[in-house]
């Protein structure tokens, strides 16, 4: 049997990564009545099924709050970095030491999300909002809330919806005015662009079937102006790069307007790769003249 001591696993200053890890040291690197025995970063990203760079992360970050400590071994390879478990002692100095610290430093933390990750929580939160006849600007309350308490949760999508609860029973104007949904629902331009995406799907496809609510279509292109910043010359150009000869390729991932918001950062990436500076419309042409040409 193998124990870990109860402040290694009461600490609150560890990410879910560090977690997994700890086990899986003390299982190959723990032989009763010997040392541990150092183990290197590939050899648990292996058996951890992680990528190496964000292993070799975590593995630094436990080095760094005296948890782990590293060992250089030569090789025939050459110097090879190894990790090994401290002394049980100076684990259970520092975890003291962490629970004194203010700052929070898990990667789960509200402030230290990363863009992608925020970006679709305000997406989630936005339809949420819609979904319940909300106004949008409960996201806003809830950003500002989570920020300066600087909270932190595994779940933001049901962090959420506790606000959205929470705001509902208390006194808070949490419901939108008939003006305020009628604002939040798409414009004529993005049911437009949503519909332009539904014709070029049906004509390469003849098992297509339209989407009855293109409401929900729309929604997803009025996500991608809103919250990520593209304009809709940028969405009808990377639908043109989704049916041109260069993006077929990658058409089989995008088959409605919700993958085609999760994958567009990475389709107008492809699609501002072949052309040269920005793309801008003669003086006096419209963008929906040209889909109406098409």
């Not at 090789?75 to 049980?88: A, D, F, K, N, R």
């Not at 809103?226 to 995008?254: C, E, M």
Request: proline share 4%; aromatic share 12%; hydrophobic share 40%.
């Amino acid at each position: 049997m193998i124990t870990l001591p109860v402040s290694l696993i009461d600490r609150e200053d560890l990410s879910l990564l560090e977690r997994a890890l700890l086990p899986l040291i003390v299982r190959h690197g723990f032989t009763w009545g010997e040392k541990f025995k150092p183990l290197s970063s590939s050899f648990l990203a292996q058996h951890l099924r992680h990528s190496s760079k964000e292993v070799v992360h975590a593995l630094d970050a436990l080095t760094a709050k005296k948890i782990l400590k590293t060992i250089r071994e030569k090789t025939s390879e050459g110097v090879m970095i190894l990790y090994v478990l401290e002394p049980i002692q100076t684990i259970q100095s520092s975890a003291v030491s962490a629970n004194l610290a203010t700052q929070y430093s898990d990667s789960n933390y509200y402030l230290n999300l990363s863009n992608e990750a925020f970006q679709e929580l305000h997406v989630y939160a936005l339809e949420a909002c819609d979904r319940e006849g909300l106004r949008r600007e409960l996201f806003d309350d809830f950003n500002l809330y989570q920020r300066s308490e600087n909270r932190r949760s595994f779940d933001w999508h049901s962090e959420f919806e506790r606000w959205i609860r929470r705001s509902l029973s208390s006194n808070a104007p949490a419901l939108a005015t008939p003006s305020q949904l009628e604002e939040s629902k798409p414009s004529s331009g993005q049911f437009e662009i949503a519909q332009y995406f539904i014709r070029r799907l049906a004509s390469v496809d003849p098992q297509f079937e339209e989407p009855f609510d293109v409401m929900s279509w729309a929604r997803q292109i009025q996500y991608l102006i809103q919250t990520d910043n593209y304009t809709l010359l940028d969405i009808k150009s990377g639908i043109d790069w989704l049916f041109s000869a260069k993006g077929d390729w990658f058409r089989p991932n995008v088959p409605d307007a919700f993958h085609l918001r999760k994958h567009f950062k990475r389709i107008i990436g492809h699609t501002r790769s072949f052309r040269d500076g920005e793309v801008k419309l003669p003086d006096g042409i419209n963008i929906f003249d040209i889909i109406g040409r098409k």
